[in-house]
């Protein structure tokens, strides 16, 4: 399981190289990435994707919801809880 500052990393470094109007902000960790435009409902799809590939987690359609992926800071919360979540299945 990744720390959570290697999860904010990544996902700030996939953001930047992914979404053009991120690079021309400072972008920090709690700055909403949907209401501001930086990631619009096609990005959101690209960043579920990297999500589920980055971190070895699985996104389900209830997980969806705009809170987990609305800043840098909700998807690393995010990402720890679902990591947490399939140990303790894996473990049961």
């Not at 290697?6 to 949907?34: E, G, Y």
């Amino acid at each position: 399981m990744k720390s959570k500052q290697d999860v904010l990393n990544q996902t700030r470094s996939f953001i930047l190289d992914k979404f053009p109007l991120a690079r021309q902000q400072t972008l920090a960790d709690d700055d909403a990435l949907l209401g501001s435009g930086i990631v619009d409902s096609l990005g959101i799809l690209e960043l579920v994707g990297f999500v589920e590939e980055a971190f070895g987690v699985t996104v389900d359609v209830e997980d969806l919801q705009p809170e987990n992926f609305q800043s840098i800071d909700r998807i690393a919360i995010f990402v720890e809880s679902k990591s947490f979540d399939e140990v303790v299945m894996i473990g049961e």
